[in-house]
């Protein structure tokens, strides 16, 4: 029997209030917190990893690219999932098996079995994202919807961010091994107290056939674009016959699974949830400014730890910066989105963002700490107002039986926009710093005076080379990281005009969202 106290659709059972509805939502965010966490925490670790196990570095990176591909798999069947078994027998399953994958990984004695262990992962990890997002909608009252998706959306935001640190600090102090058990804990706890605390808002179950064909195509096309994604750097793209062959196949799997599942009666992946304009709008500002802001947090520890002389901590905590100014505005945008039309909170958020960005194109080899942190510390008061009343103006325009599959969608294209980003970044900046080197080159000491003013300091004519190929590198690299700088900062730009073509919202994100 249905309850509807509060606004939270329930099952059997009252809905939870006060302390309890806040552990669930507690809960929950956890669960999307270190789901979000390992898709960078082993970034940092790879060379310790591959050397423990006696890999070399290059195949290492599988332990990143497996888990990155099995979740881009499972993350748009969460719809299906949840339809099919129940969103919170799916939710707390995969919490468990989330734990159990941690505990192979941090056993593992060979690459091929930590590559197993971090696959199973991937599996489970995919559908915590967007179910936890639905399930903290669908316990919250209205009136405190926008405070759920705040704090779903901040974890969101910030894991990413503490992965690498966290990760980094981790192998220093004790082992690899242990950036997978920490998650242990975590996964006990949160998968037994989601089931105790949430099962009493499981919502009827749709026993559809099972979409093979569909399935089958998805697992095609992801699978060949994320490996695509993740090995084109070093393959060298499409000078490799591997890279357009996945290419190949990436694409032509992903036209035969949109004209399957568009025709397909009971889809894996409904794509009809696109005709709605908002939702559509939407996800394209989520995914272009997720891009973007994932462009920008990925170079600068590469620029900071490259050619700064800053460490992997000290490069973590510039970064953090970002994440603990967006943690003080949350609440204030959360609170915002309630009252006023979130496209005008995400259209300031996100040119904010592009403002803040174009600030640091002009960026110098000579800058002090706070320098560099200043802009960061600006970006995290524009995240929130990006983030959050951009996942709740997606999700309040599709339909309530729409809700799983439509945050299952969502979280995808933002996962992969991501990937994207990253792999593009990663290219153009070596690419680009390359042919900002052969330009100063050619351009600096035409007269010589500078090497025979170093070769006169008492340096070897091979030293004063040295040193002056020292200094061209840097400011080469200085110049692609801000000609990178304002390309990321018009992404933003466009990202925020993007939202003008939503309509305006007629109800806010409800309870109960993500029933069947």
Request: glycine share 10%.
């Amino acid at each position: 029997m249905s309850d509807r106290n509060n606004g939270a659709i329930t099952i059997g059972g009252q809905p939870l209030t006060g302390g309890m509805l806040w552990l669930a939502a507690i809960v929950l965010a956890a669960a999307n917190f270190v789901a979000v966490l390992d898709m960078t925490i082993a970034n940092v670790s790879v060379p310790s990893i591959a050397g423990n196990l006696g890999a070399t570095t290059s195949q290492g990176t599988w332990v990143i690219t497996s888990y990155a591909v099995a979740e881009a798999v499972t993350v748009p069947l969460t719809g299906w999932l949840a339809a099919r078994f129940g969103a919170v027998r799916v939710f707390a399953t995969a919490m468990g098996l989330f734990g159990v994958a941690s505990l192979l990984c941090g056993l593992a004695n060979s690459l091929g079995f930590l590559v197993f262990a971090r696959i199973l992962q991937g599996f489970a990890g995919g559908p915590l994202m967007p179910l936890s997002q639905t399930l903290l909608l669908r316990i919250f009252p209205p009136r405190m919807a926008p405070a759920a998706v705040g704090l779903w959306a901040m974890t969101t935001l910030i894991a990413p961010v503490l992965g690498p640190i966290v990760g980094g600090w981790i192998c220093d102090q004790y082992s690899w091994h242990w950036i997978f058990l920490i998650n242990i804990p975590v996964a006990i706890g949160c998968a037994f107290a989601a089931w105790n605390l949430l099962k009493r808002y499981e919502l009827p179950k749709l026993k559809n056939p099972i979409d093979t064909v569909g399935l089958v195509l998805l697992f095609t096309w992801v699978g060949a674009l994320q490996l695509m994604l993740d090995e084109g750097k070093n393959l060298d793209w499409f000078a490799s016959g591997t890279i357009v062959t996945l290419a190949i196949v990436a694409v032509v799997g992903f036209v035969a699974f949109l004209i399957w599942e568009l025709h397909e009666e009971h889809p894996v992946v409904d794509l009809r949830v696109f005709r709605h304009r908002g939702f559509s709008m939407s996800v394209l500002t989520i995914s272009l400014a997720f891009a973007a802001f994932f462009a920008a947090n990925v170079l600068t520890p590469l620029w900071l730890q490259s050619f700064m002389g800053y460490t992997a901590t000290q490069s973590g905590k510039v970064t953090a910066w970002t994440g603990l100014f967006a943690l003080m505005v949350a609440p204030m945008a959360a609170g915002l989105s309630a009252k006023v039309d979130p496209r005008k909170l995400i259209f300031g958020g996100v040119f904010w963002l592009g403002v803040i960005t174009m600030w640091r194109t002009v960026a110098t080899t000579e800058m002090s700490y706070w320098d560099i942190a200043m802009p960061l510390m600006l970006m995290g008061w524009g995240l929130p107002f990006f983030f959050i009343p951009t996942t709740g103006l997606a999700l309040a325009s599709v339909e309530p039986h729409e809700m799983d599959n439509a945050a299952g969608l969502m979280n995808f294209l933002r996962t992969l926009s991501g990937a994207a980003a990253v792999s593009m970044v990663n290219t153009e900046w070596e690419n680009e710093t390359t042919r900002q080197h052969a330009e100063l080159v050619g351009l600096t000491d035409r007269s010589g005076e500078v090497l025979q003013g170093l070769q006169q300091s008492g340096l070897t004519p091979q030293a004063a080379l040295q040193t002056l190929d020292h200094l061209v590198t840097n400011q080469s690299v200085m110049l692609a990281t801000n000609n990178i700088m304002t390309v990321i900062a018009f992404c933003f730009v466009l990202a925020a005009s993007v939202i003008w073509l939503a309509p305006k919202p007629q109800r806010v994100v409800a309870p109960g969202a993500g029933g069947h």
